[in-house]
């Protein structure tokens, strides 16, 4: 328990102070990084699925999961991009049906759909954290803000519903899947991540006039609702694949798909929120 303690210590340490210097480099240094996290959660992945006897093609994956994050480097950089994603997905559906064909590995259908599912479920997914670092509005950059807060809540909500759980849960949200997580811990990670957009906007923490208080808010309400119920998917996955965690690459932390699942989901919420609601209902 001591040893599992220290190494959590030793990683947040070190990871912690690492993330937010990766966040504010942003540019190529913060879409190395997420392409180093996605794809080390994508493999992980992989191998949570052979558990179920299934057999996906691992490498063509995670080459196709690299390829995939140039496209959202793409929208920053659009001279890089020669081919359209969608015609990169079309080959990589034939490539991988073609690969299945001749490898003579059972459970044909199960190899094809968790390969594919592996890239949709995390390198497109997790891969908008690096199209919201780039969010400019008004001549400001305010994605770095966006990225810093989204973290932060993430960070307080998980750690608000593990202290108020189990000291005052009872009753369940999904026993079935995840038998600790209650209703009394959810709902203090919910207040708690708005809470934190919400003082990191009154605290002007973001440029002036780029998001009003009520859309900071509206961030906060994503994270402690689907930040929450991304760790519920990757739980439901595990309780399946009959694992406890997805990898043993962070000390005492599991793996990298353990730590991340919260940001698969949120991240990609809170981007299509700010594109399309604040900046596209209300011009800011």
Avoid at 53 to 75: K, T
Avoid at 153 to 181: H, M, N, Q
Wanted: with cysteine.
């Amino acid at each position: 328990m001591t040893d599992t303690l220290s190494s959590r210590m030793f990683v947040n340490f070190l990871g912690i102070p690492g993330i937010l210097l990766m966040i504010y480099l942003g540019d190529l240094w913060f879409l190395g990084f997420v392409t180093i996290v996605s794809l080390i959660a994508l493999y992980e992945f992989y191998r949570l699925v052979g558990h179920k006897d299934a057999s996906p093609h691992v490498w063509i994956g995670i080459f196709a999961g690299a390829i995939y994050m140039l496209f959202h480097y793409g929208n920053i950089c659009p001279d890089i991009v020669i081919i359209n994603w969608n015609h990169i997905l079309i080959g990589l559906v034939l490539l991988v049906g073609f690969l299945e064909l001749f490898s003579g590995k059972e459970h044909a259908t199960a190899n094809i759909t968790y390969t594919l599912a592996g890239i949709l479920y995390i390198p497109l997914l997790l891969g908008t954290m690096v199209s919201l670092r780039e969010i400019e509005s008004g001549g400001a950059e305010i994605g770095y803000n966006l990225v810093i807060v989204l973290f932060v809540s993430v960070w307080t909500c998980d750690s608000a519903a593990y202290v108020f759980g189990k000291k005052w849960g009872k009753s369940k949200i999904l026993e079935r899947v995840s038998p600790k997580k209650t209703w009394v811990g959810g709902i203090a990670g919910f207040i708690t991540a708005i809470a934190v957009a919400i003082l990191f906007h009154q605290t002007h923490f973001f440029p002036e006039n780029t998001i009003s208080i009520y859309h900071a808010a509206g961030i906060g309400a994503i994270v402690g609702i689907f930040g929450q119920a991304g760790d519920f998917v990757e739980s439901m996955m595990k309780r399946d694949a009959g694992v406890k965690d997805s990898g043993t690459f962070l000390l005492g932390h599991g793996g990298v798909l353990d730590r991340f699942d919260s940001l698969i989901v949120a991240t990609p919420l809170v981007y299509l929120y700010y594109i399309y609601v604040v900046l596209g209902c209300c011009n800011v």
